[in-house]
């Protein structure tokens, strides 16, 4: 596709259920980023992605969180025993490879809400 | 639905005056910053960057000003329209060879007709 695309684009969970978000990415692209924004606030990061690996995870914010990227394109973000802290949009973003300190282009974010 | 900074800082401008929105940053050692602009329920769209080896950027109506020594960065918008409503966040990222974004607080930009 033209740009990064998230689904879904609104998810209600319940309490204690695990949820998955889905990532794709720019064409091409090799990084992948993952963030989180909470209303009022600007985006956290959580985890990024040099092809497969994850080159940095030091966002994600305890051992509920997880993100794969298993072919180097599509990432999933998984969340385990959702809190209603997690509540939040869920945001992914890509960047072509080459020289650091390149623009990253993001999706629309997926709406997570736990009720 | 939700929408993107409601308890951010806001600046109020009447349309076709130039808009100017600051953000300090935190990283001495930060090589490469970015502009995004966020309109509620939607991603954050890339605007202008700037490399730590400049101290002035311009683009088709925005200007990025950079002063490293007060670790000061500067969005000027000239001839404020009303598209151009929305939250402002500054990003900078690590030394050279970094690729984690760090995002300011924002500011929501509001302008007047």
């Known amino acids: 596709g033209a740009g990064v695309s998230q689904t879904p684009s609104n998810k209600v969970t319940e309490k204690g259920k695990y949820v998955e978000l889905r990532c794709d990415p720019i064409?091409?692209?090799?990084?992948l980023y993952w963030y989180r924004q909470s209303l009022g606030q600007g985006p956290e990061f959580l985890i990024y992605?040099?092809?497969?690996?994850?080159?940095?995870d030091s966002g994600l914010p305890n051992d509920r969180f997880f993100a794969v990227r298993p072919e180097g394109s599509v990432s999933t973000l998984k969340i385990q025993r959702t809190e209603r802290g997690d509540s939040a949009v869920y945001l992914c973003?890509?960047?072509?490879?080459?020289?650091?300190?390149?623009?990253?282009?993001f999706g629309q974010g997926t709406r997570l809400t736990v009720v | 639905g939700e929408s993107v900074g409601l308890h951010l800082p806001t600046l109020s401008v009447q349309e076709g005056d130039n808009s100017i929105i600051n953000c300090a940053y935190s990283n001495s050692a930060s090589d490469y910053f970015i502009w995004y602009k966020q309109e509620s329920g939607k991603g954050p769209q890339f605007i202008i960057d700037?490399?730590?080896?400049?101290d002035k950027r311009q683009g088709q109506r925005v200007t990025v000003l950079l002063n490293k020594t007060v670790k000061h960065l500067s969005l000027q918008i000239a001839a404020t329209q009303p598209g151009d409503s929305a939250v402002y966040f500054c990003a900078e990222t690590g030394a050279a060879g970094t690729y984690k974004y760090i995002f300011g607080t924002g500011t929501r930009l509001k302008v007047l007709a």
């Open positions: 064409s091409g692209h090799t990084a």
């Open positions: 973003a890509s960047s072509p490879a080459g020289p650091w300190g390149t623009e990253a282009f």
């Open positions: 700037i490399r730590s080896n400049m």
């Open positions: 992605f040099q092809g497969t690996g994850a080159a940095d």
